[in-house]
């Protein structure tokens, strides 16, 4: 049988390195292909993705496979950081990397990997993919509950899923960077990535300022108590404990939290110890996918409303706009701008954001 091809989205960390070597041991005809999406120099003059770009090389060649790069730095501009800009503008949360996928991974560079005469496309996401029967492609949980990435993945269609495989499905992190060390890939013990979808680390307060104006404004208890002053509603979220700098503001232990922005009048409420009015019973959601799903006007399952979360009972009920979500338990600091994603079992059925 003719060798089927697939492009491999390749980072130059361990994951997609590893991802490229199992389908090359699989029998697939690989092609790493490398994403520059932010174009940005360092203060050496380098542009800070060539790094990447040299593991990507040195792993290629160590598995004799052809690699390429291509440039969606204006697509992600357009799709993706214009969106981030303005819901942080809005006093909201964004969740980058959610858009990220749908609107890179899984759009410009599938289709680019495609047009290459890709039979499929894999990226090192730690999740699963049924190609069902029934024509539906189902997106599955990882094997490594921690690493699992289908919260991520949730506005992904089912279009942009048909032809898609995920190698690392049944692995965890740690048999990943083992496998890495003992086929000697230059990303074994590379440190993963964190910060902005590819963006990266930096001192985001100083980032954010560089794109959108910070507007100081007063800080707020709820019964109405001037405690100190904000430096723009942009940079505090839901919760937030560090940063509020509002120490030595009260006489009693405890600690200052975050618990709501007032975007027209620009004022943060704050309150003290107490973290009760940061629960809340329910949620609206808007922009919602279903994955291979389809939903019945009101039915029951589990949901995560961030990343590092446990899954929740909730009890959905659809709208015309969107859905209500109810929560079997009251959930702390959940926020605006970021993804309500439902799930069955090991099956991630779509989300949609936080309103």
């Known amino acids: 049988m003719e060798k089927k091809t697939v492009v491999v989205g390749m980072s130059g960390g361990v994951d997609s390195s590893v991802a490229a070597l199992l389908l090359k041991e699989k029998g697939y005809n690989v092609i790493g292909l490398f994403m520059l999406n932010w174009e940005e120099t360092g203060d050496d003059g380098a542009c800070t993705a060539e790094g990447d770009f040299e593991d990507v090389k040195r792993v290629c060649a160590l598995l004799g496979i052809p690699y390429y790069s291509v440039n969606f730095a204006k697509e992600y501009m357009d799709r993706v950081f214009k969106y981030f800009l303005s819901e942080y503008a809005a006093g909201r949360t964004p969740n980058p990397d959610v858009l990220c996928n749908r609107e890179i991974k899984f759009g410009p560079f599938r289709e680019y990997a495609l047009s290459m005469g890709a039979d499929y496309i894999a990226t090192g996401h730690y999740c699963g993919i049924d190609h069902n029967a029934d024509g539906n492609h189902y997106l599955l949980k990882a094997k490594d509950a921690g690493k699992d990435q289908t919260y991520f993945l949730n506005q992904v269609t089912q279009e942009q899923l048909e032809k898609v495989l995920f190698p690392l499905s049944d692995l965890t992190k740690e048999e990943v960077r083992d496998i890495a060390?003992?086929?000697?890939?230059?990303?074994?013990?590379?440190?993963?990535?964190?910060?902005i979808c590819f963006?990266?680390?930096?001192?985001?307060?100083?980032?954010?300022?560089?794109?959108?104006?910070a507007k100081p404004g007063k800080i707020l208890t709820l019964d109405g108590e001037e405690v100190g002053e904000h430096i723009g509603l942009m940079h505090y979220t839901l919760g937030q404990r560090r940063g509020v700098n509002l120490g030595g503001k009260s006489g009693e232990s405890g600690r200052w939290f975050v618990v709501k922005k007032?975007?027209?009048?620009?004022?943060?409420?704050?309150?003290?110890?107490?973290?009760?009015p940061l629960y809340t019973a329910s949620c609206e959601v808007s922009g919602l996918n279903w994955i291979g799903y389809i939903p019945k006007p009101t039915f029951e399952c589990t949901a995560k409303f961030r990343y590092r979360q446990g899954e929740q009972k909730v009890k959905v009920t659809l709208t015309e706009g969107g859905a209500r979500v109810d929560f079997a338990e009251p959930q702390r600091a959940v926020t605006p701008g970021q993804y309500a994603v439902f799930y069955d079992k090991t099956r991630c059925l779509g989300g949609g954001v936080i309103l």
Do not use: Q, W
């Not at 060390?181 to 230059?186: H, I, Q, R």
């Open 199 to 213: 963006i990266g680390e930096r001192n985001f307060r100083a980032f954010l300022k560089t794109y959108l104006p």
């Open 181 to 195: 060390v003992k086929n000697g890939l230059a990303t074994a013990k590379k440190k993963d990535s964190t910060g």
């Open 262 to 276: 007032d975007i027209k009048n620009n004022i943060l409420y704050v309150s003290h110890g107490d973290e009760s």
